[in-house]
């Protein structure tokens, strides 16, 4: 996508910017409301729509939580925010996840929008590996945010498809909420308030090797 910016274009004929935050969100936390919320501002983003993954096929070595509760705790976590919403798209075509699927649907979906794939710092290092990875940056301009214990680099990705922002530092991981919760530890202000409701309601991550 070429010509994106920060900067909103000025003029009636404007097209909707809409935000796509992908994660395997289990759970959800504070450090990926922060970064979404700091890159709607900033680019001047009509809505930021989180999309919970399928299976994330790069997450290897443990089984990731049913697609249901990760998706409601991303419900939940972003309903106090009218410019966050949550879509469907990757947990029901089902599967292994992948971005340019993602990324297709969502094009299909609201064929008049721009779109901006948030992602941080660890993933934006991975992102040569990522299926079909020439085709992504037609879809969406990518913007890379800044994550505690990461070099924030766009050497690999092509001039003019990703801008870089600093964010907030919060240094919270979805693995260690869920060590955490495995060991008796709180998670309070990890995670929103309804988060921890919903991870005890359900029993989640109490067993580490689940
Ligand atoms: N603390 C954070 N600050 C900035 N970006 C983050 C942070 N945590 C996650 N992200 C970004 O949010 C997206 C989704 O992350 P994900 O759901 O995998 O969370 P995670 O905390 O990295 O999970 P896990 O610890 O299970 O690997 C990714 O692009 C990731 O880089
Ligand atoms: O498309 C791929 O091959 C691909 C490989 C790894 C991660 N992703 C996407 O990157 C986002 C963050 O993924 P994760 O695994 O860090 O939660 C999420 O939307 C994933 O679908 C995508």
């Known amino acids: 996508m070429s010509g994106a910016t920060a900067e909103r274009p000025a003029g009636e004929a404007a097209r909707r910017r809409l935000g796509v ?8 936390h504070h450090g990926h409301l922060v970064a979404a919320s700091e890159v709607q501002a900033r680019f001047h983003l009509d809505e930021v729509v989180f999309v919970p993954t399928g299976q994330p096929w790069q997450k290897t070595g443990r089984a990731v939580s049913a697609a249901e509760d990760r ?3 991303t419900v939940i976590a972003t309903a106090s ?3 966050f919403s949550v879509s469907r798209v990757d947990i029901d075509r089902g599967g292994v996840t992948y971005t340019i699927d993602t990324l297709s649907d969502l094009h299909a979906q609201y064929p008049d929008d721009e779109l901006f794939f948030i992602t941080g710092a660890d993933a934006l290092e991975q992102i040569l590996s990522w299926h079909r990875v020439d085709e992504l940056f037609d879809l969406a301009h990518f913007i890379g945010v800044t994550r505690p214990g990461y070099e924030l680099d766009d050497t690999h990705v092509p001039r003019g498809a990703i801008s870089l922002i600093q964010v907030p530092a919060m240094a919270i991981s979805s693995t260690d909420c869920r060590a955490r919760v495995a060991a008796n530890l709180p998670v309070w202000y990890l995670v929103p308030d309804g988060v921890v409701q919903y991870i005890t309601k359900r029993s989640l991550y109490r067993n580490p090797d689940a």
Do not use: I
């Not at 935050?21 to 759970?27: A, I, K, L, R």
């Open 21 to 28: 935050m992908g994660g395997t969100f289990d759970p959800v």
């Open 71 to 73: 998706y409601l705790m």
């Open 81 to 83: 925010n009218p410019r």
